[in-house]
Each structure stands twice: as structure tokens, then as C-alpha cells.
């Protein structure tokens, strides 16, 4: 992994993986997903998968307002792209932060665990909450996020913010 260690100051990861997700997402690359009608999602299913059970039905309608804004083929595209994601080997110092949700069903726990091997500086927040974290639980993901940040801060020595 190339970057500029003088430019990134630190990392912030949340729900990520670094590689496949979850195993069924590998049946898809048989499947005509660019023709498959997303704009269909049902609310159950956002509310299972994305936002939680209890999510409002304004979250739930911005959820699918965002996904039948976004053309299927560039859907399709990254469902195809995340089946080719492949663990990087090397090393990463920069510090990182990540926010895993309590209630995930969309990337196994697991996932954080892999991350964590990447990094020589590895903060891992649990944060009660569904797959769409920032989205159904802002307030404690700032709280994290300006923890994190501070941190950053001190030990480069300063109060002055990241630039």
C-alpha cells in the first residue's frame, strides 16, 4: 500500500472489511445484477440489513432514496468489485480508528480482527447499532471519531488541529 505518511494523519474505518464480506456474496458472480431491481429493496430488508429493526420510516425512505439514485450496472460493479478484494500484506503505520456496530449483519465480526493485523496503531470501537452506523447512531460515532482525533492530536505534541 502506497501513501503519504505525512499527509494521513490517521484512519477512520467503519463496517469496513478488507475482504469479501460475507461468503454468499460470491454466488453473485453469476447473477445478472445490473438487471436486478434494486429500487425494489422492501423496508423489512433495510431495516434487517441496514439500518435496524427499530429505524425510523424517514431513515429507512433516505436509505432507499440513496440506493434508487445510484444506477443499477454501478451496483452491480461494486458487488463484483468487492468479490475481488484481497487482504493486503503490508504493514500500515498510521493510526486508525475503528467503529464496528454491535448488531452487523452484514460484515462478521471477524472482519475487524484482520484489520487490526494491518495496523501498528489499531483503536477498535464497539458501537451499539446496525451495518449504517454513522447513520442510525451519530452522536456516540462523533463522540468516538473527536476521542480518536484528540489522540492524534497529542501525540503529535500540539493542540493544533489536522490539517
Known sequence: IKYRKDKIKGIILVSSFLSVPH???KLTRWLPLSFFPWHWAPAWAIRLFCVGIDASDDLVRQVLNAINSVPAYIISARIKALCK??????KIDIPCLYLQPSADRLVPKWHAEMIRALFHNFTMRVIPGPHFLLQANPK????????????????????????
Open 85 to 90: 478484494l484481497r487482504q493486503p500484506q503490508d
Open 23 to 25: 461468503p454468499v456474496l
Open 140 to 163: 456516540e460515532c462523533i463522540e468516538s471519531v473527536m476521542e480518536f482525533v484528540g489522540s492524534i492530536t497529542k501525540q503529535r505534541g500540539t493542540g493544533a488541529p489536522l490539517s
